[in-house]
């Protein structure tokens, strides 16, 4: 059974910093790609930052210089560290397993964090 546990949410003011962490089992951690997710009230579910089985990283535009994300193999966590945080980066934040089989997806999906940015 493929689980997916975020940590790590919760209310900071503007300009404050967050961590968030996902634990994951029941997966080859270290041959998926992990990634995290928002979706803001009324949004589409937003990509905001993977890191590919081979440590290859991507960001949202909207994150870029702000937002971390790193993994550990070891122990089959995920990490994103944010700074800056701004009002409008609130939103749920999911964590993500991808993997492939030839070119088709598979995803996994933890069940969310909530992170609010206010003052």
């Known amino acids: 059974q493929v689980q997916l546990v975020e940590s790590g949410g919760g209310l900071v003011q503007p300009g404050g910093s967050l961590s968030l962490s996902c634990a994951a089992s029941g997966i080859i951690f270290s041959r998926n790609d992990m990634g995290w997710y928002r979706q803001a009230p009324g949004k589409q579910r937003e990509l905001v930052a993977v890191i590919t089985s081979s440590g290859t990283t991507r960001y949202a535009d909207s994150v870029k210089g702000r937002f971390t994300i790193s993994r550990d193999n070891a122990k089959n966590t995920v990490s994103l560290q944010m700074i800056s945080l701004k009002p409008e980066d609130t939103a749920a934040y999911f964590c993500?397993?991808?993997?492939?089989?030839?070119?088709?997806?598979?995803?996994?999906w933890g069940q969310g964090t909530q992170v609010t940015v206010s003052s």
């Open positions: 993500n397993a991808k993997r492939y089989i030839l070119t088709n997806p598979i995803d996994y």
